[in-house]
């Protein structure tokens, strides 16, 4: 092992990696505490070190003030010692993403053949394919977005990249719109769930204004009862709301029932179901015109 100063290192392979502000907080509170326990991997190139593996440790030694790095050097070209960085790993694992761009950089950069790879990391030829593929082809939006932490790499291969495929305008459209909400996966994929199943002038109110359909999705999962503290207008307020969810909700269920089983009968329970809810709504109608329209008596 050897010691560096910290201006020695050549940061080449920083974007094969994610770092969250979490990670790096507790990274640097165990450096500062306990000192650096493991070297980081570096590769020698004339007067300088490219840094292999430790970023993040680079970074919370940067963070803390300090000039000092410890080191163990690999005398080995580059693509080969990014291959053994990847067999050592034991600490975070990868996402897809970021294992996606490594596999472009040993690929594109360092001319290694697909079945190379697949022999040197162990993986079979199509993972590799596939990440390759993915590395290619995922949107510039998306990317951005996941190295600037506005949403995880998770969420995004999850939700973001098919919604880009089918359709990029409306992928960047959404970003915009949810940018520094740092929305949850769950959340991401109530979003692209619902633009699947909606129509052509759904799915743009649902791009233009995410926030607002989480808001709503949000007011109808809430229990019936209002809180101890509500008025009788926020109940209703409320419940109106969740109404309106509701509603918005099953058109787009019954929207992608009729596309996937356009030819199916409704059964008996559907039917009856929604007779009640008809008669529901006309007794609903007539009480919310009466409450409106009554006229308040005079005085006197």
């Known amino acids: 092992m050897i010691e560096l100063e910290l201006h020695q290192l050549e940061l080449r392979y920083a974007g094969l990696r994610l770092g969250t502000t979490g990670r790096q907080a507790r990274l640097a509170a165990s450096l500062m505490e306990h000192g650096q326990q493991t070297p ?52 975070r694992r990868r996402s897809v993403l970021e294992e996606a761009w490594l596999i472009a950089e040993l690929v594109e950069r360092h001319g290694k053949s697909q079945r190379e790879l697949a022999l040197q990391l162990g993986r079979s030829p199509s993972w590799i394919s596939r990440h390759l593929a993915l590395a290619r082809h995922v949107p ?7 190295r600037r932490g506005a949403v995880c790499a998770h969420a995004a291969m999850r939700h973001l990249v098919p919604l880009a495929r089918a359709n990029a305008d409306a992928c960047r459209q959404l970003l915009t719109a949810i940018d520094g909400e740092h929305l949850s996966d769950r959340q991401l994929g109530k979003l692209y769930n619902a633009w699947r199943a909606g129509d052509a002038a759904e799915r743009e109110r649902l791009v233009s204004q995410p926030m607002l359909y989480l808001a709503a999705e949000e007011e109808s999962s809430r229990p019936d009862e209002p809180s101890p503290g509500d008025n009788q207008d926020q109940a209703l307020v409320r419940d109106l709301r969740a109404v309106c969810g509701i509603c918005d909700r099953l058109r787009r269920t019954l929207a992608e029932r009729a596309r996937l089983r356009p030819t199916a009968p409704w059964p008996t329970l559907l039917r009856l179901s929604w007779s009640q809810v008809r008669g529901a709504f006309v007794v609903l109608n007539e009480t919310v015109d009466n409450a409106q329209h009554k006229e308040t008596p005079n005085a006197g």
């Not at 510039?140 to 996941?146: R, T």
């Open 40 to 91: 980081v991997l570096v590769v020698p190139e004339a007067e300088r070190f490219v840094l292999i593996d430790g970023y993040a440790r680079v970074e919370a030694l940067r963070s803390l003030g300090r000039d000092l790095v410890t080191a163990t050097l690999l005398e080995l070209p580059e693509a080969e010692a990014l291959v053994l960085s990847y067999r050592l790993e034991r600490g």
């Open 140 to 146: 510039e939006e998306v990317e951005d977005a996941v």
